[in-house]
């Protein structure tokens, strides 16, 4: 007769090589060992899903760093785009000040050699004056135009390009949301089964075993079992919580 410690977790093996001591008038052990093979396949099966969630869950998070890390990395491209907006703003202001010191430099040059020769080119200076102020404002006026049409382009690829982003990254967030709480609801929905099928198993023992013969059951899912952080249902994020679905066996017939 084999006996499972009562400070241990049961396992698929345990269950399935686990015996009954025999009596008169007892059970079927046949019928015994058959349900005890359906018990620790269905544990054994259920285990496995669980390696499979962990390592899906474990997935799900290394990628959602990686996303993490790639939207700092868009921050910082922002950041230097606005910083190069900037310092095109101060170097076509310089240069604007550059020509305008340029200007009023030749002016007064002008000037100076007007007064010399006043009396021999006066309609030579003034003509040529009226030259240069004339092509000062058609260039002042050139500078200001090609100024205000690069600050539109910029504004208008800047916000552009603000858009594309938030929109990229709005529905990659909403995609790893929704298959972060697909995960979540599979791993309730095993530990739901897995207490009913503890529950179920309990049951089974306690209403078909002799008293004093009941086997040491676990009250709750073993220790190591659950490794994962409690999954949020969407009932705590403001929706309904997802009905957990009950435990069967067979051909779809519940467990007593």
């Known amino acids: 007769m084999s ?3 009562t400070n241990q977790p049961l396992t698929p093996l345990d269950i399935g090589h686990h015996t009954f001591p025999g009596r008169p008038g007892g059970y079927d052990r046949a019928s015994v060992r058959t349900f005890l093979g359906q018990v620790a396949d269905q544990l054994e099966a259920l285990l496995h899903e669980r390696q499979d969630l962990r390592a899906r869950v474990a997935e799900l998070e290394r990628e959602l760093d990686e996303r993490r ?3 700092d990395e868009i921050r910082r491209a922002v950041v230097a785009a606005e910083r190069i907006g900037h310092d095109l703003r101060e170097n076509a202001t310089r240069q604007c000040e ?3 010191a340029e200007a009023q430099t030749r002016r007064e040059g002008l000037e100076q050699e007007a007064q010399v020769r006043l009396t021999e080119l006066e309609a030579a200076h003034q003509a040529r004056m009226h030259e240069l102020e ?3 404002r058609g260039r002042f006026a050139d500078l200001e135009r090609d100024h205000h049409q690069l600050t539109l382009e ?3 690829a800047h916000a552009q390009r603000t858009v594309y982003l938030e929109r990229a990254y709005a529905e990659r967030h909403a995609d790893l949301s929704a298959r972060l709480s697909a995960v979540r609801t599979e791993y309730s929905q095993f530990v739901s089964q897995y207490r009913a099928l503890v529950q179920s198993f309990s049951e089974l023992s306690a209403r078909h075993l002799p008293a004093g013969e009941d086997l ?5 899912i073993p ?3 659950a490794v994962l952080a409690a999954p949020v249902t969407e009932g705590e994020q403001g929706g309904p919580a ?3 679905p009950a435990l069967t066996r067979g051909e779809g017939q519940p467990f007593a």
């Open 3 to 5: 006996q499972s410690p």
């Open 69 to 71: 890390a790639c939207e």
């Open 98 to 100: 550059l020509m305008l």
């Open 134 to 136: 004339a092509a000062f």
């Open 154 to 156: 910029r504004d208008r």
């Open 216 to 220: 040491p059951l676990p009250a709750a």
């Open 223 to 225: 220790a190591g079992t």
């Open 242 to 244: 997802p009905a957990e």
